[in-house]
């Protein structure tokens, strides 16, 4: 796996660490980001096809530099005595080993197999960040890793079986839902976005009026959330022309607030952070023409409108 590693990888990869049991293993090397899902395969099927070729492990004890000198591998920056023991395995044109024809050759305490047709399969779990610029690899071997491939089968065939799809079209029906999902999504937030406006579900419809010279529109919501407030401060902005704008929705048992500001002398920020101390809440910020906050309760939204009003009064 670590020749594999290197292969996909590049040869900046270096082992820093290793656990191997006989049916599974933790590989820690030198990387600085996740590996993508083709770059796990890749090694997956590269390991796998040296495992099939079926060699021979081969161990031979010689000095660290006759060691080095036919490609061998070094492990974590340890340091060797007079003699090391050389693991390698594997037929390929690599230009390592006496006859230049060996895959894998490392510098190694100790293996489990005589031949890598020994190891059966192996299948990688993923990888995570270990520490600063080092990953971990995960992988199952032999039985395990069968087991795990059967396991896998049978949550694919459940899923299939759930989404009336054969196995091979899971993904693209699964895709096809999120689309479908987030349509939806988009189709009722708009559909709220437009029973504020038009004052449905017994809210009255909103009326500017001017404060201070300024043309000032604010509303209570309910049924829409804070991320809604925005596009109805826009929409309403849009139909003003000029003035400023304050909506406060509650989110069931939270606040949101949202103001905006056209063509106005005032700053959003100034009327969020007014509301927003009515409403128990703190801070709230933004630009001068849009800006958010929250609290803990919109039962102070009368009060935290009549704040806002003060802010245009100067």
């Known amino acids: ?16 660490g290793s656990l191997n049991a006989d049916d599974r293993l ?38 660290p530099d006759d060691a080095r000198a036919i490609g061998a591998q070094a492990l974590f920056g340890e340091k060797y005595g007079d003699e090391v023991r050389v693991v390698s395995m594997g037929t390929a044109d690599t230009g390592k080993g006496q006859d230049g024809q060996t895959y894998s050759i490392e510098l190694c305490g100790g293996t489990h197999v005589r031949q890598t047709g020994d190891i059966g399969v192996f299948v990688t779990l993923g990888d995570s960040a270990s520490s600063a610029g080092v990953r971990r690899i995960e992988a199952l071997t032999g039985a ?15 899923v299939a079986l759930e989404l009336k799809a054969q196995p091979g079209d ?36 909103p009326e500017a009026e001017e404060i201070g010279g300024v043309p000032f529109l604010a509303q209570v919501l309910s049924g829409v959330t804070g991320k809604d407030l925005p596009a109805l401060i826009d ?63 919109a039962d102070n939204a009368e009060a935290a409108i009549a704040a806002a009003k003060a802010v245009l009064k100067g």
């Open 1 to 16: 796996m670590h020749e594999a590693l290197r292969n996909a990888l590049g040869d900046h990869v270096a082992q820093r």
């Open 26 to 63: 933790r590989f820690d090397f030198s990387h600085t980001k996740a590996l993508s899902l083709d770059e796990l395969k890749q090694v997956e099927r590269e390991v796998n096809a040296y495992i099939r070729q079926n060699s021979s492990v081969e161990t031979r004890i010689m000095t």
């Open 144 to 158: 395990a890793a069968f087991d795990y491939l059967s396991q896998q089968d049978h949550r694919l065939a459940e």
């Open 170 to 205: 899971v993904a693209e029906r699964v895709r096809s839902l999120m689309d479908e999902r987030k349509a939806l999504s988009n189709e009722v937030a708009q559909l709220r976005r437009e029973l504020a406006m038009a004052g449905g579900g017994g809210q009255a419809a």
């Open 235 to 297: 929409e309403h902005k849009a139909r003003m022309g000029r003035g400023a704008v304050l909506l406060i929705a509650d989110t069931g048992g939270k606040a949101a607030v949202a103001a905006g500001v056209a063509d106005a002398d005032v700053s959003a920020v100034d009327l969020v952070k007014a509301a927003v101390a009515e409403l128990g809440g703190k801070g709230g910020g933004g630009r001068p023409d849009m800006a958010q906050g929250g609290g803990p309760s």
